[in-house]
C-alpha cells in the first residue's frame, strides 16, 4: 500500500466530508479514494470512517489519525516541492573551450530532459583538472589517456590547401638541402591538445624523423594557431569535424594515430557516472564527434 496516497485520499475526504467531492479535490476517481482509504484501515485494523448515504463523519480512531495523516502530507508535500527546486539547481560543469556554442546550447537542453540544469563552464585542459579538484566546478570534462577515455576524438592535420595525398606524413616536413634557407613548414598544437598524451607523442615523432624543434608549436590560442595556418603552408593538429568548422582540409597523420581522450570526473562518483550515462551523444557532439562515432562511442561504452 501506498501510504502517502491513502492518506492524502483520507484527509481529502475529511476536509469535505464526501468521497466524491474530496476524490475530485485530490483528482482522482471517486472509487480509487475509496479503495485507498479501506487499505488505510485494513493496515490500521480499525475503521476512519461511519458511513451513510450522504456523506461520511470520522470515528472516534479516525481523529485521533487526522493530525499524523495531515503532517504526512504537508512532509510529503514539502518534499516534492524540495525535489522541484533541487533539480533546477544549477550543475556546475567545466567543458573545453573548443566546444561550439550552438553543441553547447544542444547539451543543456538534452540535460535539461534528464531533469539536469548544467551551467557550463568553457576551460583549456589544466584548468578544467583545476577547477575540478578544486570543487570550484561539480563535474569536468578532463583529458585523459586513451585507455581511460569515455570519448575519443581522432586528430589529424589540417591545412589551407588541399594536400591532395589520403595521410600527411610529418616527415616530409623534413626540409632539403635545397630548402634549408627557407621558412620551415611547422605544426601548431592549440591549448586543447597541450596535454602529455598528446603533445609528448608528437614531439617524440618530430624527433623521430627529424625534423627541427621549432617545426611543432604550442600556440597561445586556437584563434593564433589558425590565422598561422591560414596564412601559410603549415599545418594544424585538429580533428576532422573542426577542420571543416575551421575551413582547412583535414588528413590523418601517416605515421600515428593521435585522439583527444575524454572522461567525466566530479566530487561525487555519482555525478560522474550520471554525466556519462545521460548525456553520451550530447557531449560526444560537443567535442566533435560525427553521429556515426557517437553510436559507435556509446556501443562500446555498453560492452565495458
Known amino acids: 500500500m501506498d501510504v502517502v496516497a491513502a492518506c492524502k485520499a483520507f484527509v481529502a475526504v475529511c476536509g469535505y466530508g464526501s468521497f466524491t467531492d474530496g476524490a475530485a479535490a485530490a483528482r482522482i476517481p ?44 504537508e512532509l ?38 534528464h531533469d539536469l540544469n548544467l551551467d557550463l563552464h568553457p576551460a583549456e585542459p589544466g584548468e578544467r583538472a583545476e577547477l575540478a579538484r578544486t570543487l570550484a566546478v561539480r563535474a569536468a570534462l578532463v583529458a585523459v589517456p586513451p585507455d581511460e577515455a569515455a570519448w575519443r576524438v581522432p586528430l589529424g592535420l589540417g591545412a589551407a590547401a588541399d594536400p591532395d595525398v589520403p595521410a600527411i606524413y610529418v616527415e616530409t616536413l623534413r626540409a632539403g638541402r635545397a630548402e634549408r ?49 591560414l596564412g601559410s603552408t603549415d599545418l594544424l593538429l585538429n580533428s576532422r569535424f573542426q577542420g571543416a568548422e575551421l575551413g582547412l582540409h583535414w588528413r590523418p597523420i601517416g605515421e600515428l594515430e593521435l585522439v583527444r581522450a575524454y572522461d567525466v570526473t566530479a566530487g561525487s562518483r555519482e555525478d560522474a557516472q550520471r554525466i556519462r550515462t545521460l548525456l553520451p551523444g550530447a557531449i560526444g557532439r560537443c567535442i566533435g564527434l560525427s553521429s556515426d562515432e557517437v553510436s559507435s562511442a556509446a556501443g562500446d561504452r555498453q560492452w565495458e
Do not use: Y
Open 76 to 113: 510529503a508535500e514539502a518534499m516534492e516541492h524540495d525535489a522541484e527546486r533541487a533539480k533546477l539547481r544549477p550543475f556546475r560543469m567545466a567543458v573545453p573551450t573548443i566546444c561550439l556554442p550552438r553543441l553547447l546550447a544542444r547539451l543543456i537542453t538534452d540535460a535539461r530532459r
Open 30 to 73: 471517486q472509487s480509487v479514494a475509496s479503495r485507498r482509504v479501506a487499505a488505510l484501515e485494513a493496515h490500521f485494523g480499525s475503521r476512519l470512517f461511519e458511513r451513510s448515504s450522504r456523506n461520511v463523519v470520522l470515528t472516534p480512531f479516525g481523529q485521533d489519525m487526522l493530525p499524523s495523516a495531515r503532517r504526512l502530507v
Open 181 to 229: 634557407q627557407a621558412r620551415r613548414r611547422r605544426i601548431w598544437i592549440q591549448p586543447e591538445d597541450d596535454v602529455p598524451h598528446i603533445r609528448d607523442r608528437i614531439i617524440r615523432l618530430r624527433d623521430a624523423v627529424g625534423l627541427q624543434p621549432a617545426q611543432v608549436r604550442v600556440a597561445q590560442s586556437l584563434v593564433a594557431a589558425t590565422a598561422e595556418v
